[in-house]
């Protein structure tokens, strides 16, 4: 099948960043994930390699991450920081109950990264970290929900919503959404 335009928007993407040097960290969400996943087999097959992404992050994706790995060791791109050598990385968060990123039979097939509620859950839910219980300005001083200084704690609105979605509400868990590394097998 030929390519979407957002497909060919990624390939350009990757031939503009390999041409300048560019680092690319990736961030793919639900079928944004099987629209980089695409592009990168495209590129890769159509000689365009080396493509310079240092870290792409999966959430709740309709492709399988461990074949996307398989794809970025073929894509062959190293790099070095400080003298040391590192390679492009993927990582993968799905909750259990994911019902795009967890079914193998027409989409991601991946494993669940954390979740311990099956009816409180939103695919469009993800979170790169745990959000703060209470909200705070950059100097670490308490915010209201307006940005105001205040005297104590206010609660963060955010925390509440990831608490209760990846863990029932359950505030012992620990944030089952970061994503998790995939290994190359």
Same mark, same amino acid.
């Given at each position: 099948?030929? %390519?979407?335009?957002?497909?060919?928007?990624?390939?350009? *993407?990757?031939?503009?960043?390999?041409?300048?040097?560019?680092?690319?960290?990736?961030?793919?969400? =639900?079928?944004?994930? %099987?629209?980089?996943?695409?592009?990168?087999?495209?590129?890769?097959?159509?000689?365009?390699?080396?493509?310079?992404?240092?870290? =792409?992050?999966?959430?709740?994706?309709?492709?399988?991450? @461990?074949?996307?790995?398989?794809?970025?060791?073929?894509?062959?791109?190293?790099?070095?920081?400080?003298?040391?050598?590192?390679?492009?990385?993927?990582?993968?968060?799905?909750?259990?109950?994911?019902?795009?990123?967890?079914?193998?039979?027409? %989409?991601?097939?991946?494993?669940?990264?954390?979740?311990?509620?099956?009816?409180?859950?939103?695919? =469009?839910?993800?979170?790169?970290?745990?959000?703060?219980?209470?909200?705070?300005?950059?100097?670490?001083?308490?915010?209201?929900?307006?940005?105001?200084?205040?005297?104590?704690?206010?609660?963060?609105?955010?925390?509440?919503?990831?608490?209760? *979605?990846?863990?029932?509400?359950?505030?012992?868990?620990?944030?089952? =959404? *970061?994503?998790?590394? *995939?290994? @190359?097998?």
């Amino acid at each position: 099948m030929p %390519l979407t335009n957002a497909e060919k928007a990624n390939v350009m *993407i990757y031939q503009y960043a390999k041409q300048y040097d560019y680092l690319l960290d990736l961030n793919n969400h =639900s079928r944004g994930g %099987l629209t980089a996943s695409v592009a990168l087999q495209y590129a890769n097959q159509h000689g365009l390699t080396d493509i310079p992404i240092r870290d =792409s992050r999966f959430y709740g994706t309709a492709t399988y991450v @461990p074949a996307y790995v398989q794809q970025l060791e073929q894509n062959g791109f190293t790099y070095n920081i400080n003298g040391e050598e590192y390679k492009s990385k993927a990582s993968s968060a799905v909750h259990q109950s994911d019902f795009v990123g967890r079914p193998s039979l027409l %989409l991601g097939g991946n494993e669940s990264t954390g979740g311990s509620c099956w009816f409180c859950y939103s695919h =469009s839910s993800y979170y790169m970290e745990r959000p703060d219980k209470y909200l705070f300005d950059e100097k670490g001083n308490y915010i209201d929900v307006n940005g105001n200084r205040v005297d104590k704690p206010v609660d963060n609105p955010y925390y509440e919503d990831f608490k209760n *979605i990846w863990t029932g509400g359950d505030k012992s868990s620990i944030n089952p =959404s *970061i994503p998790k590394l *995939i290994v @190359p097998k």
